[in-house]
């Protein structure tokens, strides 16, 4: 167990590296510099501040280990649209904000997604199981933002419902959500689906059968843990389709998260924006992946049998 | 004898994509008290499905008992309620299935799969349910009772994890276990020990056994009776002896050939020449026609009815009529 | 059945004799019933016809990779120059999807950014799978030291956020067909190596098993003629599927503006700007790419589906 722990752990921290330096590689190989050969006339100040912070004279090495320290102090110096911001302040002000859309953009999804699947799974080749898995293929068929713009179309523009921009009140929260979690509900649907399907014919579901335990303790105890473990494993890629997903959701919702300020960075080619939040993104998504695993671990108590690692 | 069980005429179906699969069709037999009735026949041939359906376990959709009635304690499995059904899973009959790491649930503890049962059918204390387990895994040879309780099944060999099977069927001290295949996922000394095992427990509870198995070793060893099944019938059915050293039927007479010799410990069905029947459109007549060297124009045709060739030795083929002369007599040899 | 629901004894007495006797014939004819064995991908064919939401989603890409081909031909107008006397019209007779603000008839400029979309979709799924077929197989076949150095190398850069590596990849490149492409497969062939090294390794122990088990000439027939097929099955189901993952990034990396530029048109890129057009009223702006997005991407999934339990070995009778 602390061996696989430790060596999930060091496979963490290569992809960090790696995110990290193909960042800094990418950024450095934009034709000119990517801190100052803006068409946008960057002002003396913010350009001094550049340097100051880049070191942007130095050698191209001592800039990656100064990249490479500015990750480990967390401090990814100065933006060149607001010249009075860092990146670290757009960092502190959209991320608690897409984490909210983030968190109940998942928990919906988990709830909804595994309810479908079960009951689809419960009522195989059922109505409730055909119904459910057409619209989990729509959901999954469907992009986010188009979902996003019909939404805001018909419940906010015809019907007048909802509100339809911002994240000022629980009112404002239900069309991003909607629009976020339809695909990931769609995935989680489909995947607890097949394996429950799959986990209700095993042996020891029979067994649980034969002993005389009531349907819902079979299904609840038995078979809906084993059933969710693959739900597990890919919870880190959902996060992931989620995060990328708030970059186009908080747009279009004017949402004053993390993923506006990356999409905004991106069409203003604020560099160090773009590659702070990148790294940010990713080490975030990184560690979501190695703490799914762990709590994979956890609730699979032969996985100190998966000498190679899961897959 | 008093009679714990008694099969009339049974009848199941599947529905499936392909068509109708008439997986048993009218199949009867009884079970005294305390004895161990082995049902054997070739992959296909509707074992498990017989025995499932003791228990009300046949998957519904597809699967149903069309016609035929279980008799139970005086009572009619078939026409019971599920609700009374699951009261009689686990604590009246229980049920132990082929393959031992794949009965248990992975993802929880023995001790909480082997008491579950018992705290499901009995008001008892957690407390004694746990004495209860363990005094079964005692029972069935689990040494360090204490520590093996708190452990996942992965952690348990093989050989093990079937006997915490078996202690599990047990506890709540049924009157009537069915096995089926218990011992063919296991290797062959391990085997040995769990019908071992089986014995002497029987004599220990005085339970009864139906034994589903392809092994004719295992049956030799421990069965009282055995019923033959082929294509969802049961072709013959008697006394060990009398199916050993009198077969009738060529199925079982063909079963017996194919195993080199009977005191051999791991005499394994081999099949017969030929394909079982097509279960979606069973034959009107014998479903052994096909692969019976001693296949008459009737066999195709009409299926035969049963012959008593005494209280307890059935059998159901057209040799046995008096006008099948000239096979009969190649059979005497 | 019904004979015997008459009295046993009676309906006996009545066989003919005749019929009593012994036939003569041939055991082995027995073996023939068995069902013929089909050909691995017949057998899968079979099946997947079967399946009419999967036949009814290749149809549709079927007749949508036609039209993408020829309908633009066919069509009058032209896919950058419009008429400004026909800024945003909704649809008519003579425009069927109605026109853009700049005049240009939106008909035809979905078949162009069909043809944009599909190709993207397609070419990336197809390098994908060359290079997964190269890593993937060299990893599988070599197996030892090779093989799970190559595999740490994946572990690591499977963590890596897919659509992230993109956007970075398109800031820095520039967006245009050919870079959007790159980097959709940069990052893309790793979930397409470790299927194909999967697949080589059970064809290895397959191969092992074979040759002590066979004379050593058919060995290699064996394989090429059932256990290849086999093994493709999984592959073809992955390149099926990342198909509509590389049209919905295409889409996403539009709605980024990395996507397709003017005055080329993709389907997504024809999505974003009719993001706006909606709330002014002009919904055929956004409606027609939308549905054919999500129409095409519902018709690779199904398909996909519809394969995955085609080729399921674990389905085959
Ligand atoms: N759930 C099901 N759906 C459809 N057909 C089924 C189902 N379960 C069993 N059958 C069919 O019923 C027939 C009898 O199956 P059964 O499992 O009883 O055979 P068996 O004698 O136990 O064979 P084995 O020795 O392989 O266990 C088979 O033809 C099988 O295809
Ligand atoms: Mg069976």
């Not at chain 2, 509707?46 to 008992?65: A, E, F």
């Not at chain 3, 036939?23 to 079967?50: G, Q």
Request: aromatic fraction near 8%; include cysteine; glycine fraction near 8%.
């Amino acid at each position: 167990m602390a061996i696989y722990l430790i060596r999930r752990f060091l496979i963490m921290i290569a992809t960090i590296f790696v995110i990290a330096t193909m960042t800094f590689i990418l950024m450095h190989s934009i034709p000119g510099n990517p801190f100052t050969t803006q068409d946008r006339s960057t002002s003396e100040a913010v350009q001094e501040n550049l340097n100051a912070h880049y070191h942007l004279d130095e050698p191209m090495l001592t800039q990656y280990g100064i990249w490479l320290k500015s990750l480990v102090t967390f401090d990814f110096g100065p933006s060149i649209k607001q010249p009075t911001e860092t990146v670290n302040d757009l960092l502190s002000r959209g991320f608690p904000i897409s984490a909210e859309l983030g968190m109940w953009t998942i928990m919906i999804a988990l709830l909804s997604g595994i309810t479908l699947g079960v009951l689809a799974a419960l009522k195989h080749n059922g109505m409730i199981d055909y119904i459910a898995m057409t619209l989990a293929v729509l959901g999954i068929s469907v992009p986010n933002f188009i979902l996003a713009t019909l939404l805001i179309q018909q419940l906010a523009v015809n019907l007048q419902l909802l509100p339809a921009a911002t994240w000022s009140s629980p009112m404002h929260m239900i069309m991003p959500i909607i629009a976020l979690a339809t695909g990931p509900t769609a995935i989680i649907a489909r995947l607890t689906r097949s394996s429950m399907l799959e986990v209700l014919t095993q042996d020891y579901i029979k067994t649980a059968r034969a002993k005389g335990l009531s349907p819902a303790k079979i299904v609840i105890k038995h078979a809906l843990r084993n059933a969710l473990m693959p739900v597990v494993t890919i919870l880190g890629t959902l996060v992931a389709a989620i995060l990328t997903g708030t970059f186009v959701i908080e747009r279009i919702f004017a949402i004053p998260g993390m993923g506006k300020y990356f999409v905004e960075s991106i069409n203003n080619r604020d560099y160090p924006v773009i590659m702070g939040t990148t790294v940010f993104y990713s080490a975030f998504l990184i560690f979501m992946l190695f703490l799914v695993d762990i709590v994979y671990s956890i609730l699979d108590p032969r996985i100190k049998l998966h000498k190679k690692g899961g897959s | 004898m008093e009679k714990i069980l008694e099969i009339e005429d049974l009848h199941v179906h599947f529905t499936t994509y392909g068509g109708t699969v008439q997986a048993v069709r009218g199949v009867s037999l009884y079970l005294n008290k305390g004895e161990t009735l082995a049902i054997v026949g070739e992959s296909g041939s509707g074992k498990s499905v017989t025995s499932n359906s003791i228990m009300q376990l046949i998957p519904s959709p597809p699967g149903k008992i069309v016609k035929g009635s279980i008799q139970f304690k005086g009572r009619d499995l078939v026409q019971t309620s599920k609700k009374e059904m699951r009261a009689i899973r686990g604590v009246d009959i229980s049920m132990i299935f082929q393959d031992p790491m794949t009965a248990l649930n992975p993802t929880l503890t023995v001790g909480d799969q082997l008491t579950e049962g018992l705290k499901q059918h009995t008001s008892i204390s957690a407390d004694s349910a746990k004495q209860k387990a363990m005094d079964m895994l005692r029972l069935v040879g689990i040494a360090e009772p204490d520590n093996r309780f708190k452990q996942y099944p992965h952690q348990f060999s093989g050989g093990m994890r079937q006997r915490i099977v078996i202690a599990m069927a047990l506890i709540c001290e049924p009157d009537l276990l069915i096995a089926d295949e218990p011992t063919t996922a296991l290797d062959v000394t391990i085997q040995a020990q769990i019908m071992e095992l089986f014995s002497e427990i029987q004599e220990k509870t005085g339970v009864s056994i139906i034994l589903v198995t392809h092994d004719l070793g295992v049956v030799a060893r421990v069965a009282d009776r055995v019923a033959v099944m082929y294509g969802g019938k049961i072709v013959e059915t008697g006394d060990k002896d009398a199916i050993f050293y009198n077969p009738q039927h060529p199925y079982t007479i063909g079963l017996l050939h194919s195993v080199p010799r009977l005191d051999m410990q791991e005499a394994v069905l081999q099949p017969i020449d030929g394909t079982p029947p097509d279960l979606f459109a069973p034959p009107q007549g014998c479903p052994f026609t096909a692969r019976c060297a001693h296949a008459m124009q009737v066999c195709a045709n009409v299926y035969p009815p049963a012959t008593n060739l005494s209280a307890s030795h059935q059998v159901e083929c057209w040799l046995q009529d008096a006008r099948a002369t000239r096979a009969a007599s190649l059979m005497k040899r | 059945m019904e004979r015997l629901n008459r009295p046993i004894e009676t309906a006996v007495q009545q066989i003919p004799d005749e019929w009593f006797q012994p036939i003569e014939k041939d055991l082995n004819k027995a073996e023939e019933v068995s069902r013929p064995s089909l050909s691995f991908y017949k057998d899968a064919w079979i099946r997947l016809k079967k399946n009419r939401l999967a036949v009814t989603g290749l149809f549709f890409l079927i007749v949508l990779i036609l039209a993408a081909i020829f309908a633009p031909i066919l069509s009058p107008y032209s896919i950058s120059e419009g008429a400004l006397r026909n800024q945003n019209l909704a649809p008519t007779a003579a425009h069927w999807f109605g026109t853009d603000s700049l005049g240009r008839d939106v008909f035809t400029r979905l078949w162009y950014g069909a043809r944009v979309s599909l190709f993207v979709g397609i070419a990336a799924a197809l390098i994908d799978f060359f290079i997964g077929i190269i890593y993937g197989g060299i990893a599988g076949y070599k197996g030892g030291r090779i093989d799970s150095t190559m595999m740490r190398i994946i572990e690591v850069l499977y963590g890596l956020p897919h659509l992230l590596v993109v956007i970075l990849l398109l800031v820095v490149m520039g967006p245009s067909l050919f870079t959007i492409i790159i980097a959709l497969t940069i990052t893309g062939w790793i979930g397409m190596a470790r299927i194909v090294r999967g697949q080589v390794m059970q064809l290895r122990n397959y191969e092992y098993v074979l040759a002590s088990k066979t004379l050593g000439a058919s060995t290699a027939r064996i394989i090429r003629r059932n256990l290849l097929p086999n093994t493709m099955g999984p592959i073809i189901v992955q390149i099926t599927l990342t198909v509509p993952s590389a049209i919905f990034a295409e889409a996403f990396l539009s709605f980024l503006g990395l996507g397709i530029q003017a005055p080329n048109a993709s389907w997504g890129s024809m999505a974003n700007d009719g993001l706006s057009a909606i709330l002014s009223g002009d919904w055929w702006l956004l409606f027609f790419p939308a549905l054919f997005i999500s129409l095409t991407m519902f018709a690779f999934n199904v398909l996909g589906d519809g394969l995955r339990d085609a080729f399921d070995p674990k389905l085959r009778r």
